[in-house]
């Protein structure tokens, strides 16, 4: 089995093009040691005219908003970044992909009061197939409430995609795994449903659409776009508080992310959702998302950065 280390290619890093297993840094990085740094994940797809990236603006806005949060100083603006994302798949000949973009602090100094700190960005590719399996985008996954409580708003900050978050994300995702499930749900320090370890939550009730607000749950692009074509399809969609036992008695329950795309939820704590199976409403908005990703729709152009 190939490691992510070992594949021919090119990495960007701080403004250049390095042979993919040449893109190193040093092991007293400071982000390594103590997670502060923020990143993107940015899916490509493969349409009729090329590779096209589905909405980069909104996640390279994203990425310069976590950095703000986090006080992180952005050593290039965004269409410095935004070129460099639309190069990584002309570089590496991908016409399908999952961009990563990430900045970090490098070895310039240790300890948590070093004050001389540079941000490093690095940007990479790479083809990633369905996140959480191909059958679960058809067939629905099980998830479990987590022991681990979402990271409340004002200990690491939830509306930045920082690396330090995805511990939590991680402990969820581990626990749900070992136990037999498919992925975790997190509640928040109130006990309301926040989201998935990667993924935002929507359940449908009664042919309405609910989503917890972002709180403490990642505003996701994905999301976003969920909301836009379900209310252009006339939908209702309510952002509010869920408890997880009103997930367990709505008619459909779905998860959406740039890498789990809409990935219906058939089953939380062992008590089916709905009939157990994907909902006509997942199907539907499901449907719609990879026909607006993969280019088969003209409203919404500029979801689209096409990529020669
Ligand atoms: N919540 C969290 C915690 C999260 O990490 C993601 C994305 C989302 C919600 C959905 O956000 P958006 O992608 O903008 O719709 N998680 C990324 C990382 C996955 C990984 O394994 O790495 C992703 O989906 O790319």
Request: hydrophobic share 40%; glycine share 8%.
């Amino acid at each position: 089995m190939t490691t992510m280390d070992d594949k021919d290619g090119f990495i960007w890093l701080d403004g250049q093009w390095l042979d993919w297993r040449e893109a190193k840094v040093h092991v007293l990085t400071h982000t390594l040691h103590y997670g502060l740094g923020v990143f993107e994940g940015i899916r490509a797809y493969q349409t009729d005219k090329g590779a096209a990236i589905f909405r980069m603006q909104a996640h390279t806005d994203r990425l310069f908003r976590s950095a703000h949060i986090m006080n992180m100083a952005m050593p290039f603006n965004k269409s410095q970044i935004d070129q460099v994302q639309c190069e990584v798949l002309t570089k590496n000949k991908l016409d399908s992909a999952y961009i990563r973009t990430m900045c970090f602090y490098g070895s310039e100094g240790m300890g948590l009061r070093a004050d001389n700190l540079k941000v490093h960005v690095m940007v990479a590719a790479w083809t990633w197939g369905a996140y959480l399996g191909a059958e679960s985008i058809e067939k629905g996954i099980r998830i479990r409430t987590s022991s681990y409580t979402k990271s409340y708003v004002n200990s690491t900050l939830c509306k930045a995609k920082a690396n330090g978050n995805y511990i939590n994300s991680i402990l969820a995702l581990q626990e749900a795994l070992a136990t037999g499930y498919d992925e975790a749900l997190l509640l928040d320090n109130q006990g309301y449903a926040a989201e998935g370890s990667a993924e935002n939550l929507f359940i449908v009730r009664n042919g309405v659409i609910y989503t917890p607000e972002t709180t403490s749950a990642l505003e996701g692009i994905t999301r976003d776009t969920i909301m836009v074509i379900a209310k252009e399809q006339g939908y209702s969609v309510v952002e509010k508080r869920i408890t997880r036992d009103e997930i367990y008695v709505a008619d459909e329950a779905f998860f959406t992310g740039s890498a789990a795309e809409v990935t219906p939820i058939r089953e939380l704590d062992g008590r089916q959702i709905g009939t157990g199976t994907r909902g006509p409403v997942t199907e539907k908005l499901q449907a719609l998302y990879y026909d607006y990703v993969k280019g088969r729709r003209d409203d919404h152009a500029d979801w689209l950065t096409f990529v020669a």
